[in-house]
């Protein structure tokens, strides 16, 4: 099946800094990927879809200043968490769309520790 | 109301039980349908697709209803590699984003 790749799978970081999260489709064209949050014993929750060389759509009550979203090529998103609080520690976890096959590849997840 | 509601379980079975999931979706809009599995720490992946005829792969059934907008899914002789929990997924136009309810935690013991 398609790949789709997270980085880092992993951080910790201080409160008040940036984490930057990149999410690549290996073998295939992405024009739309997705950004989901976990929080431990809960579901995926879509935080916002992002287009290829358009603004991202932010779910409600997802704050778009805080959670910026770069879909920058056909392959790559970035989903940076500006001034992280610890509140922000949960799991992030990409999707890309394959549309020739409609379907949604998960990224591996990263994450996120704010101390 | 959740779009995606689960009973959350956890569902502790024998190996060899027979187990049964239920979820129901609230957008009677919502045109594709799925399982996915989830492993503790790792992202979800595709167990099976679920289709109004019903479908079956190996030791799992899954069934839709959408009079009811009640989907189903059903294992067979479960294994010890079956622990795991099982999302429920709706889709509301090609390309659209998924909905997940909240998760059904399966344990099988020996």
């Known amino acids: 099946g398609a790949v789709v790749s997270q980085h880092p799978s992993r951080v910790i970081c201080k409160s008040g800094t940036s984490v930057k999260i990149e999410c690549r489709s290996l073998?295939?064209?992405?024009?739309?990927m997705f950004w989901y949050r976990q929080f431990p014993k809960q579901s995926l929750m879509l935080m916002a879809t992002?287009?290829?060389?358009?603004?991202?759509?932010?779910e409600q009550g997802v704050e778009k200043d805080k959670f910026l979203i770069n879909h920058a090529s056909l392959t790559l998103s970035t989903l940076t968490v500006t001034s992280a609080h610890p509140e922000d520690s949960s799991f992030y976890i990409c999707?890309?769309?394959?549309?020739?096959?409609?379907?949604?590849?998960f990224g591996p997840g990263t994450r996120l520790t704010v101390l | 109301r959740k779009e995606v509601e689960q009973d959350p379980g956890p569902f502790n079975v024998p190996e060899g039980a027979t187990v049964a999931f239920n979820c129901t979706y609230s957008?009677?809009?919502?045109?594709?349908f799925f399982w996915y599995r989830q492993d503790c720490r790792k992202e979800p992946k595709l167990l099976m697709s679920?289709?109004?005829s019903g479908n079956e792969d190996g030791r799992f059934t899954a069934q839709l209803n959408r009079a009811s907008q009640y989907i189903s899914l059903l294992i067979r002789d479960s294994k010890l590699s079956d622990s795991a929990t099982y999302l429920c997924v709706v889709k509301g136009y090609q390309g659209g984003k998924l909905i997940f309810g909240q998760g059904t935690e399966l344990s099988v013991k020996p």
């Open positions: 679920v289709y109004s």
């Open positions: 957008n009677s809009a919502s045109q594709s």
């Open positions: 992002s287009n290829e060389g358009s603004k991202a759509t932010y």
């Open positions: 999707s890309a769309f394959r549309g020739d096959n409609n379907e949604q590849f």
């Open positions: 073998d295939f064209q992405a024009t739309t």
